[in-house]
């Protein structure tokens, strides 16, 4: 059950109480009445809350339920809230509810978040097993009968990544952090769409189709 309007989680509130650490926080929950002003006109019962997660920060994490007391989770990066917000306007809104207006299509039960794997090994079985055939699955059916690249390694940084491309743009990759694309799952949220509209930008920007 998700607690109220708004809560910050331990992690969050135990900060020193400086400025700054004051100013972030009034940040932040600015931002999380934002996105409940944005999908109240589409979803009148909406509640949420704001976690801290130790890679990706601070994600605001949202849920619906509708006339048939079914809910449905959803949740947000910081940086993706901030740049929807800053134009303002109901397209943030309409963004942000596309999400569960998707969820309720295919879930007609209702949809919270799944609970988080219970190890590393269960993780990788996971991103093995299912990630990687449903992103994969996606590309090969969107970019049919284009041949693609896959390629799973380390950036710079270490940081295992899923590289894809196709084979008549040998020269470009787009790159995508396994662990975002999971994170992504874990919210409820479709990674392929990330690397669709990565790979057609890629294609655009090589000027092929």
Same mark, same amino acid.
Request: a negative charge; hydrophobic letters at 35%; charged letters at 25%.
């Given at each position: 059950?998700?607690?109220?309007? =708004?809560?910050?989680?331990?992690?969050?509130?135990?900060?020193?109480?400086?400025?700054?650490?004051? !100013?972030?926080?009034?940040?932040?929950?600015?931002?999380?009445?934002?996105?409940?002003?944005?999908?109240?006109?589409?979803?009148?019962?909406?509640?949420?809350?704001? /976690?801290?997660?130790?890679?990706?920060?601070?994600? %605001?994490?949202?849920? /619906?339920?509708?006339?048939?007391?079914?809910? =449905?989770?959803?949740?947000?990066?910081?940086? @993706?809230?901030?740049?929807?917000?800053?134009?303002?306007?109901?397209?943030?809104? @309409?963004?942000?509810?596309?999400?569960?207006?998707?969820?309720?299509?295919?879930?007609? %039960?209702?949809?919270?978040?799944?609970?988080?794997?219970?190890?590393?090994?269960?993780?990788?079985?996971?991103?093995?097993? /299912?990630?990687?055939? +449903?992103?994969?699955?996606? !590309?090969? @059916?969107?970019?049919?009968?284009?041949?693609?690249?896959?390629?799973?390694?380390?950036?710079?940084?270490?940081?295992? !990544?899923?590289?894809?491309?196709?084979?008549?743009?040998?020269?470009?990759?787009? /790159? %995508?952090?396994? +662990?975002?694309? =999971?994170?992504?799952?874990?919210?409820?949220?479709?990674?392929? @769409?990330?690397?669709?509209?990565?790979?057609?930008?890629?294609?655009?920007? +090589?000027?092929?189709?």
């Amino acid at each position: 059950m998700l607690e109220g309007d =708004y809560t910050m989680n331990n992690d969050m509130t135990n900060t020193n109480n400086n400025d700054n650490t004051e !100013v972030w926080d009034s940040l932040m929950k600015t931002i999380f009445q934002k996105g409940l002003a944005s999908l109240r006109p589409f979803f009148p019962n909406v509640e949420g809350l704001i /976690v801290n997660d130790e890679k990706f920060g601070q994600i %605001f994490i949202y849920r /619906v339920t509708n006339d048939f007391k079914k809910s =449905y989770d959803c949740g947000f990066f910081l940086r @993706e809230l901030a740049e929807q917000f800053q134009d303002g306007g109901r397209e943030a809104g @309409e963004w942000m509810a596309s999400f569960f207006y998707e969820l309720m299509k295919t879930n007609k %039960f209702g949809k919270e978040l799944p609970a988080p794997p219970e190890s590393e090994e269960k993780e990788e079985a996971f991103i093995d097993d /299912v990630l990687f055939p +449903h992103c994969l699955g996606a !590309v090969s @059916e969107e970019f049919a009968p284009l041949r693609i690249t896959g390629n799973r390694g380390l950036d710079d940084n270490l940081t295992p !990544v899923l590289e894809l491309g196709f084979i008549d743009i040998p020269s470009e990759k787009c /790159v %995508f952090p396994i +662990h975002y694309l =999971y994170k992504m799952m874990q919210l409820n949220r479709d990674p392929s @769409e990330t690397i669709l509209i990565a790979l057609a930008k890629l294609r655009q920007k +090589h000027g092929v189709e």
